[in-house]
């Protein structure tokens, strides 16, 4: 990636994307009004040799020309979105499609060799730039992966050893906000691997002091602050999440109050704010990361009786937080007041899986769980219906939208802002 990141001219680029700003307004999503269900998946996730097979989470690429799934048969799926449908999206007139049937088969299939821990986007990532089309993926008793999203070919693994000299597995990984660095997390250690240089060389740092003072436990999910100003976010299994400088991994303080271990940590679009959740932790807290005293407010969210690890998503403007749940619905927060907005249904059974699109009035949901049955003589499906483990994109409805020259605009606005990125990369 270094050889062509370093060669565009950084003076155009921000010039256009200014100019771009300033034509392109963002959609304002209309959350009383329910969305529509625009693309579903549900039998290719069943035909499967594990015949227990479900969800476990999705994320949408940077770009939003597509979305990752992750499942339990060891399997990272993507979907393209058709050519045509992010501009035809600003319509306002989204139809809706059958929940018993699939819109389209998965544009590519990577199989693992073990259950996925995790799995994250190239934060520069443009599917027109096959330099940057890749995301990572981590799996356990193997080594971190870095994949090719066009063809799906494996470009580097990234090795860390235990006092044995072992392979052992990160438990969640992240790259940096400039793409140069895959921070991962272990059982009390975090490794850090430059992006450049595969293999086994790493920096490692202990999250525990000598004096036992720290941040315990397995390092189960972590987030970077969006805004660059070098703090990292590190979710435990021991239900405390450390925040840290990027540079050095100086713990800077440790927040307590999680029911259940952490599986999903967020900043807010301006970085003065972080959302925690837990394991059958029925509340997504929000702290202020300037204080780091007391909870802001609490969003509720139905997890109790499920071992799922649910995770939720802010839309770009900041404004709103959306999440699943056990139910099947989907609620969506105000975050300025941290009061209850609108509920949906996306499914029938648990929502896993919640991702705002990038720049559009959309998102995706991933549903299931793990069912302890087997399946009857001729029956793969386990009577599964369609609304149950599954996938689906929605289009919201919305109010406000800059009227010039929307289909170019669409168009570069997931492709500008990587180039101008890669450069200060």
């Not at 990141?5 to 392109?24: F, K, L, S």
């Not at 989470?57 to 979907?79: E, H, I, M």
């Not at 995770?311 to 099947?328: S, Y």
Request: charged residues 20%; proline residues 5%; aromatic residues 12%.
């Amino acid at each position: 990636m270094a050889e062509k990141e370093g060669d565009q001219p950084q003076a155009h680029v921000v010039a256009d994307i200014t100019e771009q700003d300033q034509a392109y307004s963002w959609p304002v999503i209309r959350f009383d009004v329910p969305p529509n269900r625009t693309y579903h998946f549900c039998h290719q996730f069943r035909n499967t040799p594990n015949p227990n097979n479900f969800l476990k989470s999705l994320k949408w690429s940077p770009d939003g020309s597509c979305f990752l799934t992750t499942s339990d048969d060891n399997t990272l799926r993507l979907f393209m979105l058709p050519p045509d449908n992010g501009c035809d999206q600003l319509s306002n007139s989204a139809c809706s499609v059958a929940a018993d049937e699939d819109s389209f088969a998965a544009n590519l299939v990577v199989s693992e060799g073990e259950s996925v821990y995790d799995f994250c986007w190239y934060p520069y990532m443009s599917a027109s730039d096959p330099v940057t089309n890749v995301f990572a993926s981590t799996t356990r008793d193997h080594p971190i992966h870095l994949w090719d999203a066009s063809s799906g070919e494996l470009r580097c693994t990234y090795r860390a050893y235990d006092a044995m000299d072992e392979i052992t597995a990160a438990f969640s990984i992240a790259f940096n906000p400039s793409g140069t660095k895959i921070f991962a997390g272990y059982n009390k250690s975090v490794r850090v691997f430059d992006l450049h240089r595969p293999g086994r060389d790493f920096q490692q740092f202990s999250t525990v002091q000598g004096n036992k003072e720290g941040q315990t436990g397995i390092l189960s999910a972590m987030a970077f602050c969006p805004n660059h100003t070098g703090m990292l976010a590190i979710g435990s299994y021991s239900q405390t999440t450390g925040i840290y400088r990027e540079d050095n991994m100086e713990l800077l303080y440790v927040l307590h109050g999680q029911e259940g271990g952490i599986t999903h940590v967020q900043f807010s679009k301006d970085g003065n704010y972080l959302y925690t959740g837990g394991r059958k932790d029925p509340y997504i807290m929000c702290w202020d990361t300037r204080k780091a005293v007391d909870v802001v407010y609490k969003l509720y969210r139905s997890s109790e009786h499920t071992n799922q690890r649910i995770l939720f998503d802010i839309e770009t403007q900041g404004r709103h937080l959306g999440t699943g749940g056990q139910g099947g619905f989907v609620h969506i927060y105000d975050l300025q007041t941290g009061q209850w907005v609108s509920t949906f249904q996306a499914a029938l059974d648990t929502v896993n899986g919640f991702s705002f699109h990038p720049f559009l009035p959309m998102a995706a949901t991933s549903s299931g769980h793990r069912r302890f049955i087997a399946p009857d003589e001729g029956n793969e499906d386990l009577h599964l219906r369609g609304e149950e483990n599954c996938a689906s994109v929605w289009s919201f409805s919305f109010d406000s939208l800059a009227g010039n020259d929307v289909n170019i605009n669409c168009q570069d606005s997931s492709q500008s802002e990587p180039a101008n990125l890669n450069k200060n990369s």
